[in-house]
T-cell receptor, first 114, second 116 residues
Framework: GNSVTQMEGPVTLSEEAFLTINCTYTATGYPSLFWYVQYPGEGLQLLLKATKADDKGSNKGFEATYRKETTSFHLEKGSVQVSDSAVYFCALCRQGGSNYKLTFGKGTLLTVNP | EAGVAQSPRYKIIEKRQSVAFWCNPISGHATLYWYQQILGQGPKLLIQFQNNGVVDDSQLPKDRFSAERLKGVDSTLKIQPAKLEDSAVYLC??????????????FGQGTRLTVV
């Protein structure tokens, strides 16, 4: 079945540090890939997505590239801010028959200190 | 645009009691999801509706959980009787139907259930 594996947290960084959160997936065919973010006290919201191989999703300074050869979708940001502190979820969406299924990783807690 | 509405935000019940959660998706969204998010884990899909039909309930513990989406709009998720391990945040999400599986799912703020 489909699955997503992302790096264990928590991750603690200083402001302006470089961020990488690793994500790999297992799926048949060509899933769409997503990063969702959950800020404290809020619901999940889409951060970025990529729908085919070699696509790069980007938003708010975050980037992730869909790498089919390594089945990966690592999240990166060149300079994190305190406001980026949140839980980040990698997810894939795979069409199956008449519907599609959104499958999440376990999440990575990021804390950015001033 | 109004987002996905869920109620209540918090609920504390004793084990073996029953509880119900309500979700109103974004207007026009055909697909509605219920996820269970246990502390420290990613959301796990419980049930997925396409309009008022169930398309996936393979991970729904059907001996105690039930869900319905009458008229293809809002939905309720019920647990009866609750167990301690049901303590979690229950998330509702909705999306447009997209043949290419590219569509973003929009999430509500969730209902935090504590079973004591």
């Amino acid at each position: 079945g489909n699955s997503v594996t992302q790096m264990e947290g928590p991750v603690t960084l200083s402001e302006e540090a470089f961020l990488t959160i690793n994500c790999t997936y297992t799926a048949t065919g060509y899933p769409s890939l997503f990063w969702y973010v959950q800020y404290p006290g809020e619901g999940l919201q889409l951060l970025l997505k990529a729908t085919k191989a070699d696509d790069k999703g980007s938003n708010k300074g975050f980037e992730a590239t869909y790498r089919k050869e390594t089945t990966s979708f690592h999240l990166e940001k060149g300079s994190v801010q305190v406001s980026d502190s949140a839980v980040y979820f990698c997810a894939l969406c795979r069409q199956g028959g008449s519907n599609y299924k959104l499958t999440f990783g376990k999440g990575t807690l990021l804390t950015v200190n001033p | 645009e109004a987002g996905v509405a869920q109620s209540p935000r918090y609920k504390i019940i004793e084990k073996r009691q029953s509880v119900a959660f309500w979700c109103n998706p974004i207007s026009g969204h055909a697909t509605l999801y219920w996820y269970q998010q246990i502390l420290g884990q990613g959301p796990k899909l419980l049930i997925q509706f396409q309009n008022n039909g169930v398309v996936d309930d393979s991970q729904l513990p059907k001996d105690r959980f039930s869900a319905e989406r009458l008229k293809g709009v809002d939905s309720t998720l019920k647990i009866q009787p609750a167990k301690l391990e049901d303590s979690a945040v229950y998330l509702c999400a909705s999306s447009f139907w997209d043949r290419e599986a590219n569509t973003e799912a929009f999430f509500g703020q969730g209902t935090r259930l504590t079973v004591v």
